[in-house]
């Protein structure tokens, strides 16, 4: 029998790079963690540059009133894919880059659970993200928005193939993304170093945990209700076709049942990774460890029952609209309980404002802000009069952007050294942070004020009406910039990764574990781990006569043994 | 309203419930702390609020929501106040047996509570329930006590008398999360219900006469939405306290593996993929 000789990696990856001298077969029969972590921030990147486009053109039909730069079929497909490709296949790859590279590292693992399927998890979400974009060329993109209502979706009012294109790349991402998080779940139940005990664990770590057991009941929702679509649009099926006996409410239902936890899928690991860094920069530990898992868990589980909030408009009654209401007010507590856990964790410490800090530090408002306006929402009247307004457009962009990319680029900026090995240019990473941030304002704030006076949302054009164009063309001009700065990020990276500075393996003076590796760490992740007997191991280690297990066991009068050699400084052992 | 007050009813068989539940929880717990006999009156008197008063009369004869407050209350708040009245670690053999049982098949009990509360609610069995309790009969009873039994099971793996027998706190969280889906399923499915799949409201209303057929002039789709919901929005808050409550105690517990632990092998021990 014929074999093929797949080429191992015998060296340390030397770089984010992808040119690697044993060839690109490398990389695509790769099973490491940290490559593939590395493949899922590169499929992000590529993603966010099309989908950014997409959305560029999109502002620029609304850049003036009665415009007809974009045809209206074109611009329903532009502001459809943005949307769909910003949730399932920017912000979902980005924060699973992170995880895959960085939670084995943090647990002192060497690798997932079961690296083969980790590998299956982005091929699925990279196959599902090519096939979504096929459809451009095989008879037009999905049109219908990212929450394909029904009956709109129905084969009756959408019969181009875009439809089709949705479910089937959805699916498998979704697939993809299921076996990730039981991958995850697996990895951090079992594979941490024996004395990292699960109230030790950082909380990246434990927000991936929790984040993975919403995924593994949100996604199945999902998943269902595009087999159903699917039924219903070949096989003539009628799950969501009224005429037939189906549901058109169903789909909604089914929808936000996924769609609700989905939107705290792609925060809760961000609020991880916030907690990873304000205690880094504040130098302080995290004040609440406890109080951030409790309210992570109190926001996954209350998850599943506010998701009605997003179906007020559709007649379901005083009664349901009332109790759900009510639930949703609720869910602004644990939220704010977090925020206030980063406020003091901040709180008397000594703060280095390094980019990953001031993104951080930008998150805390920026996410306030779209927390008000989401809370806004749970009124039912001012739901009726907002939704499907640039209100909604505003809220969410507050929340995505405010939260999830901020948590992302704060992430991206503190592990930069660790997973290239340089170090950014921190002039020109101040410049991008102060413009990304000045351009997502500019472009977002106007929206509340749009969508207050009226503006309904996915409309190709609008009538000249007072104040409408000049709010839009603020909105645009905002885009651009924000256009520009990303530019500038992908500048900033690809110089870092060719003649950056060399990073040292632990720059920010960190607490976990990733830190005690070579940057970038070697092929094996670790052959010792230092001891683990707090949540911040690393600083123990540093600083033994200030250990945090010493001021917890105050009892315990023991000295601990010393230990000398605890990391594996060496490339490619 | 005024004659609503007073519908107060007593049933023979629950009076005996009762009286057999005072009973062992004196013969079970001689000594027990003032705390637990807190807890043990606090739930006899909201069994007696379920079963007697004239909520128990709105659930029985007018609003599906206040037969589904009734459930919620024996279930998710009288069954544990009982179980947490029993105290820590008592002599009775037979409670020790019955922890060490459930130890190790906390699923059962998980099974028990779910398929308890489900079961009252399939369309036919609910109606038939009602038809089924004109006259003398032990079918107040049977559907109070079994409810009562489903919180009593589904509680003990968490809160029973025996602290060693608790399953992990963690092993809880997941316990109650899951109970809260199946919950939330329920709820959701009564909510949506076309409104005559339960028919004992749809008919109660044309059968009353006067103030006590619909004190507060709700319609039965609104009666009925606000049924599921009760048991869909409320009860997850209820599941989501016990989360709280458990992680509060996790973290409130010692670690072992904190700090005593000698590090030496710790720190040699490498963790190695296969």
């Known amino acids: 029998m014929d074999t093929i000789l797949v080429p191992e990696p015998e060296e340390s990856l030397p770089s984010l790079s992808v040119s690697n001298d044993q060839g690109i077969l490398q990389w695509i029969s790769s099973v490491d963690h940290k490559q593939i ?209 189906g549901s058109a409410i169903l789909w909604q239902h089914l929808f936000w049942l996924f769609g609700h936890p ?50 007020f408009a559709t007649g379901l009654g005083n009664t349901v609209n009332g109790f759900f209401a009510a639930s949703s007010l609720l869910i602004g507590i644990p939220t704010g309980v977090k925020i206030f856990n980063w406020l003091a964790t901040m709180h008397g410490g000594a703060i280095r404002f390094s980019v990953s800090m001031l993104f951080a530090i930008a998150f805390l408002i920026e996410f306030t802000i779209g927390g008000l306006s989401g809370i806004s929402f749970a009124i039912v009247p001012i739901d009726w009069q907002l939704t499907d307004t640039y209100y909604v457009v505003a809220h969410l962009h507050f929340v995505f952007i405010g939260g999830t990319l901020f948590g992302l680029l704060s992430g991206l900026f503190y592990w930069f050294p660790k997973m290239s090995g340089r170090a950014p240019d921190q002039r020109l990473s101040r410049w991008f942070f102060w413009l990304f941030v000045t351009g997502f304002n500019i472009t977002f704030l106007v929206q509340h004020a749009l969508g207050a006076m009226g503006m309904p949302r996915r409309v190709y054009t609008y009538p000249n009406l007072p104040g409408w164009g000049v709010l839009n063309l603020i909105s645009t001009i905002g885009a651009f910039l924000m256009a520009g700065a990303v530019g500038l990020l992908v500048y900033i990276l690809v110089r870092a990764l060719n003649k950056g500075a060399i990073a040292a393996s632990d720059p920010w003076d960190a607490n976990t574990l990733e830190w005690t590796t070579t940057s970038p760490p070697g092929l094996k992740n670790f052959d010792r781990v230092i001891p683990v007997k707090s949540t911040r191991p690393f600083r123990d280690y540093k600083r033994p006569e200030d250990a945090d297990w010493k001021r917890q066991e105050v009892a315990y009068t023991e000295k601990p043994p010393d230990i000398d050699i605890t990391q594996n400084n060496s490339h490619g052992e | 309203m005024g004659t609503l007050l007073f519908q107060w009813h007593a049933d023979p068989f629950v009076l005996l419930m009762v009286i057999t539940l005072i009973y062992f929880h004196y013969w079970i717990s001689k000594a027990t702390p003032v705390k637990n006999r807190i807890y043990f009156w606090s739930a006899i008197a909201l069994i007696g609020i379920t079963t007697c008063s004239p909520l128990h009369f709105l659930g029985m004869h007018v609003y599906f929501s206040a037969h589904m407050i009734t459930h919620v209350v024996l279930l998710l708040i009288a069954g544990p106040l009982l179980v947490m009245s029993i105290g820590p670690n008592p002599s009775a053999p037979m409670l020790k047996r019955i922890s060490a049982f459930l130890y190790k098949r906390s699923w059962l009990a998980w099974l028990a509570a779910v398929g308890i509360m489900w079961y009252w609610h399939i369309p036919s069995v609910f109606d038939g329930s009602f038809s089924g309790m004109s006259g003398f009969t032990p079918m107040p009873v049977l559907h109070a006590g079994s409810m009562l039994l489903a ?16 399953i992990h706190p963690l092993s809880g969280i997941i316990y109650l999360a899951t109970a809260c889906i199946s919950c939330s399923l329920l709820g959701l499915l009564i909510t949506f219900a076309p409104i005559n799949t339960f028919h004992h409201y749809w008919m109660a209303g044309s059968s009353m006469n006067g103030m006590l057929s619909n004190p507060w002039g709700l319609t039965p789709a609104a009666d009925q939405q606000a049924a599921g919901l009760i048991m869909w929005v409320p009860c997850c808050f209820v599941y989501l306290s016990g989360c709280l409550y458990l992680l509060r105690h996790w973290f409130a517990a010692k670690d072992p593996n904190t700090g005593l632990e000698p590090s030496i092998s710790l720190t040699l021990s490498i963790n190695e993929h296969e």
């Open chain 1, 262 to 311: 989905e939107v705290y899928i792609v925060i809760l690991p961000i609020f991880g990774i916030f907690s990873e860094v304000f205690p880094v920069f504040s130098r302080k530990p995290i004040f609440g460890y406890s109080m951030v898992i409790g309210s992570g868990i109190a926001i996954a589980l209350l998850a599943f029952g506010v998701w009605v909030h997003h179906m």
């Open chain 2, 151 to 166: 919180g009593i099971l589904f509680c003990w793996p968490l809160v029973g008398p025996v602290p060693e027998t608790h």
């Open chain 1, 37 to 245: 972590g590395i493949m899922y921030l590169w499929l992000s990147v590529l993603f966010l540059v099309v989908a950014g486009i997409e959305i560029l053109l999109v502002r620029l039909q609304l850049a003036i009133p009665n415009n007809h730069f974009l045809a209206p079929e074109v611009y329903n497909q532009l502001f459809t894919m943005h949307g769909t490709t910003m949730i399932f296949f920017v912000a979902m790859p980005a924060i699973f880059g992170f995880t895959t590279y960085f939670v084995p590292l943090m647990i002192g693992a060497n690798d997932m659970a079961f690296p083969r399927l980790n590998a299956f998890s982005f091929w699925t979400t990279f196959f599902g993200g090519s096939l979504l974009y096929f459809s451009f060329i095989a008879g037009g993109a999905p049109d219908a928005g990212w929450f394909n209502y029904a009956p709109l979706n129905e084969y009756n009012y959408s019969s181009s193939p875009g439809i089709d294109y949705y479910c089937a790349g959805l699916l498998f991402a979704g697939i993809g993304t299921v076996t990730a998080s039981i991958n995850f779940v697996v990895t951090i139940l079992h594979y941490r170093v024996p004395a990292m005990s699960l109230k030790q664990m950082p909380l990246f770590v434990w927000m991936i945990l929790i984040n993975s057991f919403l995924i593994l009941a949100a996604f199945p929702s999902l998943n269902a209700a595009l087999a159903m679509l699917l039924l219903d649009r070949q096989l003539h099926a009628h799950f969501f076709s009224a005429a037939g006996g």
